[in-house]
């Protein structure tokens, strides 16, 4: 939290802050049910109280945090029926995103998803979660940039936080990262042998694998966490 001070400008305050807190839940560092106490956020970030709580109202807006009484603001949790919910919707969006990405996009796109590939891949090896997660986004900004449909595009991104969640919790099964790379490696191969059948099947059989493992851990989690 220290880096963000340096960087801080008056004008931008809000929105840095806001940033930093959604990438801080995004990626796990403020966990579901986490209180976000202002006293030490203030000091932590150099910023007035006022200016933390209109950040606070952003993210709750967002449905990132919710006030509980007694309590104040904490990281909202993802239950496991929203889960499931956003998971189909993934199947669904990414599975013909792969499809028409297989069927229209150029060989200059396929060669730029196999870069994003390869960055996973060492990110993989890295067993650094951030940066593992931001290579996975990558990969999918190129495969929905290519799959020539703006609206599939326009719903992924509007879920892309809640979506960074689920995908930041199915990552804490050991084992995931690895499983997740050879999934994606499949999607890859099918893609480049222009095979847009296979290519949707095989990342929707990503997206189920995924959910398997984060819905495990979901529900290891006290159900009261988080919850407004």
């Not at 880096?3 to 802050?17: G, H, I, K």
């Not at 990281?75 to 929203?82: H, L, R």
């Not at 999607?187 to 398997?212: F, G, K």
Request: include cysteine; hydrophobic fraction near 45%.
């Amino acid at each position: 939290m220290d880096d963000l001070a340096e960087l801080v400008r008056p004008v931008t305050l809000r929105s840095q802050v806001e940033n930093y807190l959604r990438n801080a839940i995004a990626d796990g560092h403020l966990k579901p049910g986490e209180r976000l106490v202002e006293r030490e956020l203030c000091e932590q970030l150099k910023i007035s109280r006022p200016s933390l709580r209109e950040a606070l109202r952003a993210l709750e807006a967002e449905r990132l945090i919710v006030n509980i009484p007694h309590r104040g603001p904490v990281v909202a949790s993802i239950s496991v029926e929203e889960a499931k919910d956003l998971y189909a919707i993934r199947a669904l969006m990414e599975g013909f995103a792969a499809q028409e990405f297989a069927r229209l996009a150029d060989d200059a796109a396929v060669k730029q998803l196999g870069v994003a590939l390869a960055g996973l891949r060492k990110a993989t090896g890295s067993g650094d979660k951030h940066v593992l997660l931001e290579a996975g986004a990558k990969f999918y900004e190129i495969l929905l940039a290519g799959c020539g449909n703006k609206l599939v595009v326009e719903i992924l991104r509007s879920l892309f936080l809640r979506i960074k969640i689920l995908r930041s919790t199915s990552l804490n099964k050991p084992e995931r990262a690895a499983q997740s790379l050879r999934e994606l490696e499949a999607v890859h191969e099918a893609i480049a042998a222009r095979n847009p059948a296979l290519a949707r099947e095989l990342a929707q059989t990503h997206v189920m694998s995924a959910e398997t493992s984060a819905l495990e851990i979901l529900n290891e989690q006290p159900a009261e966490a988080g919850k407004a």
